[in-house]
C-alpha cells in the first residue's frame, strides 16, 4: 500500500495523488513527469495540479519542476457550437426547402447571414432576385459536405497538427480556432523527496515555547522578499491629474502661477476693470452669484478706479467708451468671481505698478462660479485655465502660435482658429480642436488681445501689448484623454455625446 500525504491539503489531495503517481514513474523508469499527462491520467484539471506542484515547491526540496511553454489548438464556444449543430452554412443549406425560402425569411434564422455569405461563396446555394415575392434563394447542389466541423472534430480530438496552415488560418479567421500557449511542467523527485510530508509550522505561538514543542517542529522559511498586502489609499480624481499637467505644461513654457485664493470678487475687479460696462447681461441676478454679507467691496486704489469710470462714461486712450453714467456702488458690489481673469486685471495693474515694466507670463487655475439652472449639462461651477502675456509689440500672430505651443503640450495637434467677440478683447478668437470620438470640431477655449480701454487705464506703458486665452479644465481633459480612457476612469460604458455635453465637459469659461 503506498504512503499517505501528511499535508495543508489533506489525504487524498492532488498534492498526494501526484507524489504516488511520481513514486510509481520512477518504479517504471519514468525520471520525469509532464504536468499536462500527469493531470490527465489522474483525472485532474490541469491548473489544480499545477497549484500542488507550487505546494509541494514551497515545502523546500521535495520535488524539482522545471518550467515549459507550449501551444495548443483550441475550439471557440462558436467553435464546438459547430461541432455540435453543424456549421452555419450548412445549417442555411440543409433548412432551403425543395421550392426555396425567401431571403428575408433566410436571414431570420440563427445562422442566416454568416451561413447565407458562406454558402454562396463555395457555390451551394443561388439567389434569383426576380421570383415573385422578393429575392429567393435555391439549393444549387444537391448534397454537401461540412468539411468545417470535419476539421474541428479533428481539433478536438487532439490532431489539430494534422490540419494544414491554411485551414487553420482560415477557422482561426472566422473565430472557431484559437492557438493558446500552455505552461506545463516537467516534475522529477527532489533531494528530500518523500511520499510523507509533514505539514510546516508558520506562526511560533507562546504554548510552543512554553511546552517546547518547537524544537521538534519544522517550520516554514521566512521569505522575505515577498511583497506585503497593498494599503488600500485614495487617488486623485481625473480632474486634478489633468490640472497638474496643465500646471507643469505652463511652468514649462516660463509662465508664473497667479494667486487665486479669493473666490469673492468686487464687481469693480470682475467686470469694470475689464471694461465691462454695467449694463452689461452677464452681470444680472440671473448670471451672477451676489453677496448679502458683506455686499460691498471698499478698498479700491482710487486714482486707478477714477481712470476707470472716465473710459467707461466718457471715453479716452482713442476710445469713445460706453457713454453711460458709470456707478461707484454698481462697482463695489461683492460677487462670487464668474472667471479668473479678474485675478489677471490685478496682477496686470501691480505690473503696472513697477518703476520699469518688464514682460511677463501669467498663468491661473482654479475654480469660477456662475448663477446657472442646474440641469445635464450645466452646474453652478467649474474650472477655468487662463494664461496672459504681456510685452511689447505683441501680435495675433503670437498669439496663436502660444496656444499652439500650449495645446500641442497637451497632445492636442489640430486647432482651428475663428473671429469672436468680447467685451475685453479685440481682435478675439475661439480655438477648436479635432474632436476623434466625435469626428468633428468642438470648441475647446476662447482667445483675444486685451483692449487698450483695460490696460492704459491700469497705467501700462502704451505699447505693451496683453495676449490672453481661457478655457474651462473639463472639457480639454476629454479632447486630451479621449472617450475611451474615460471610459475606464467611470469603470462602464459611456455614450459619447452625452458625456460630452455633461457639466464635464461645459465650455463657458
Same mark, same amino acid.
Given at each position: 500500500m503506498a504512503p499517505t500525504v501528511e499535508s495543508a491539503a489533506g489525504p487524498g489531495s492532488a498534492a498526494e495523488l501526484l507524489l504516488q503517481r511520481l513514486e510509481l514513474a520512477g518504479a517504471? +523508469? #519514468? %525520471?520525469? $513527469?509532464?504536468? $499536462? #499527462?500527469? %493531470? /490527465? /491520467? $489522474?483525472g485532474l484539471d490541469h491548473q489544480v495540479l499545477v497549484g500542488a506542484v507550487k505546494s509541494l515547491q514551497s515545502l523546500g526540496e521535495v520535488i524539482e519542476a522545471e518550467q515549459c511553454t507550449s501551444k495548443k489548438w483550441e475550439l471557440t464556444p462558436e467553435g464546438k457550437e459547430i461541432v455540435q449543430e453543424g456549421s452555419h452554412e450548412v445549417r442555411v443549406f440543409n433548412?432551403?426547402?425543395?421550392? +426555396?425560402?425567401?431571403q428575408s425569411e433566410l436571414m431570420k434564422l440563427p445562422s442566416g447571414k454568416v451561413g447565407f455569405s458562406k454558402a454562396m461563396s463555395n457555390k451551394w446555394i443561388q439567389l434569383d432576385k426576380t421570383a415573385e415575392g422578393g429575392p429567393r434563394v435555391f439549393r444549387a447542389v444537391e448534397t454537401v459536405q461540412d468539411s468545417v466541423r470535419e476539421k474541428l472534430l479533428q481539433v478536438e480530438q487532439g490532431e489539430g497538427d494534422k490540419l494544414e496552415e491554411k485551414d487553420k488560418n482560415e477557422l482561426k479567421k472566422r473565430k472557431l480556432l484559437a492557438e493558446v500557449t500552455i505552461k506545463t511542467y516537467w516534475i522529477s523527485k527532489g533531494n528530500a523527496f518523500s511520499t510523507t510530508v509533514s505539514k510546516q509550522e508558520t506562526d511560533l505561538t507562546p504554548e510552543m515555547i512554553a511546552s517546547g514543542s518547537w524544537k521538534d517542529l519544522k517550520f516554514k522559511a521566512y521569505n522575505f522578499e515577498a511583497l506585503g498586502i497593498m494599503p488600500e489609499s485614495g487617488h486623485l480624481h481625473p480632474l486634478l491629474k489633468v490640472r497638474s499637467q496643465f500646471r507643469q505644461i505652463f511652468l514649462e513654457m516660463g509662465f508664473t502661477e497667479m494667486p487665486t485664493n479669493n473666490f469673492i470678487e468686487s464687481s469693480f475687479w470682475n467686470f469694470d476693470a475689464l471694461f465691462q460696462p454695467q449694463q452689461h447681461p452677464a452681470r444680472d441676478q440671473h448670471d451672477t452669484f451676489f453677496?448679502? *454679507?458683506? /455686499?460691498? %467691496?471698499?478698498?479700491?486704489?482710487? *486714482?486707478? $478706479? !477714477?481712470r476707470v469710470k472716465r473710459v467707461h462714461s466718457q471715453g479716452g486712450y482713442g476710445s469713445q467708451g460706453y457713454r453711460y453714467e458709470w456707478k461707484l456702488e454698481e462697482a463695489r458690489k461683492n460677487l462670487l468671481r464668474t472667471h479668473t481673469t479678474s485675478a489677471s486685471a490685478r496682477m496686470l495693474y501691480q505690473l503696472a505698478q513697477q518703476?520699469?515694466?518688464?514682460? %511677463?507670463k501669467y498663468f491661473s487655475i482654479d475654480r469660477v462660479f456662475r448663477n446657472e439652472t442646474l440641469d445635464a449639462t450645466h452646474l453652478a461651477e467649474f474650472h477655468q485655465i487662463e494664461g496672459v502675456v504681456a510685452d511689447y509689440g505683441l501680435t495675433l500672430g503670437d498669439l496663436m502660435g502660444v496656444l499652439k505651443e500650449f495645446f500641442t503640450k497637451m497632445g492636442i495637434t489640430q486647432l482651428r482658429f475663428k473671429p469672436a467677440y468680447n467685451p475685453y478683447t479685440e481682435p478675439s478668437m475661439e480655438v477648436f480642436s479635432y474632436h476623434q470620438g466625435l469626428k468633428k470640431w468642438v470648441e475647446v477655449g476662447n482667445s483675444g488681445v486685451f483692449r487698450p480701454e483695460m490696460l492704459l487705464p491700469m497705467g501700462l506703458p502704451d505699447g505693451v501689448t496683453v495676449i490672453a486665452w481661457g478655457l474651462s479644465l473639463e472639457r480639454p481633459t476629454m479632447i486630451r484623454y479621449g472617450i475611451n480612457n474615460i471610459r475606464e476612469l467611470? +469603470?462602464? !460604458?459611456?455614450?459619447l455625446q452625452m458625456v460630452y455635453d455633461s457639466p464635464l465637459c461645459r465650455l463657458d469659461a
Open positions: 517504471q +523508469g #519514468e %525520471a520525469r $513527469l509532464c504536468s $499536462l #499527462e500527469a %493531470a /490527465a /491520467a $489522474l433548412s432551403i426547402p425543395p421550392e +426555396g425560402l425567401v453677496l448679502k *454679507d458683506p /455686499a460691498e %467691496a471698499i478698498d479700491f486704489p482710487m *486714482d486707478y $478706479l !477714477k518703476e520699469k515694466f518688464t514682460p %511677463a467611470v +469603470g462602464h !460604458k459611456v455614450n
